[in-house]
């Protein structure tokens, strides 16, 4: 069974403060691929990222930051110098290579930045 | 490019009543997937349709059912309505292709009274 795990219920930090969401992920097969969301309190999931199982290199996009290390299964996430605007939830979510359009979402940390 | 289109973004129903939530996709999107979100339960996935076929069915009861168009538009319907079902609606597309991104819409607030 496919599962995601996010611990972190809710974090709080002060803006330009740097904070990592962790992901931990449980799935048997070999291909899959890890997202991250952000939604907003207009409900919308904003995509972030989505990374394969054979590409195991970090990524960096501006503030944004993903470390996916598959012999722990985490696919954290970390936001450099937060912003207010950075203030969401986010989701982390798994797919199979057989179930490509079926995600198996995390429950998802809630993020504040205070100004 | 336009994202993708969910309509109503907010409803309220009656107990008993069936609700109709409408989804574009993205152009060029043939697959279109709805989620449920609760405060309870989460994202949870409801059904997945691509070429106007069922794909892959998530665990809900058959009060919800959905379909796909010819030009990949998407209607899901839940009938019956119980007040469990008050939720967050949201449709996803993307290409279908193997770890293809999924884009999602704004969702439909769907309260029950």
């Known amino acids: 069974a496919q599962k995601v795990t996010q611990a972190q219920t809710e974090i709080s930090v002060v803006e330009k403060e740097d904070v990592t969401l962790d992901c931990v992920y449980e799935t048997r097969d070999t291909t899959y691929y890890l997202f991250w969301y952000k939604q907003p309190p207009s409900g919308e999931l904003v995509f972030l990222i989505r990374r394969n199982s054979f590409d195991e290199q970090n990524e960096i996009s501006g503030r944004y930051s993903w470390n996916f290390q598959k012999s722990t299964s985490s696919f954290n996430f970390t936001i450099t110098a937060s912003q207010v605007v950075d203030s969401a939830v986010y989701f982390c979510?798994?797919?199979?290579?057989?179930?490509?359009?079926?995600?198996?979402f995390g429950t998802g940390t809630r993020l504040q930045v205070f100004p | 490019k336009a994202g993708v289109t969910q309509t109503p973004r907010y409803l309220i129903k009656t107990r008993g009543q069936q609700v109709t939530l409408s989804c574009s996709p993205i152009s060029g999107h043939r697959s279109v997937s709805w989620y449920q979100q609760t405060p309870g339960q989460g994202l949870q996935f409801l059904f997945e349709y691509f070429s106007e076929t069922q794909r892959n069915k998530g665990n809900f009861p058959g009060r919800f059912s959905g379909r796909q168009f010819s030009n990949s538009r998407s209607e899901m319907n839940v009938s019956t309505l119980e007040l469990g079902d008050s939720a967050l609606y949201l449709c996803?597309?993307?290409?279908?292709?193997?770890?293809?991104?999924?884009?999602f819409g704004e969702g439909s607030w769907l309260t029950v009274v």
């Open positions: 996803a597309s993307s290409f279908a292709g193997s770890g293809n991104t999924i884009y």
């Open positions: 979510a798994l797919s199979s290579s057989y179930n490509t359009d079926k995600l198996i």
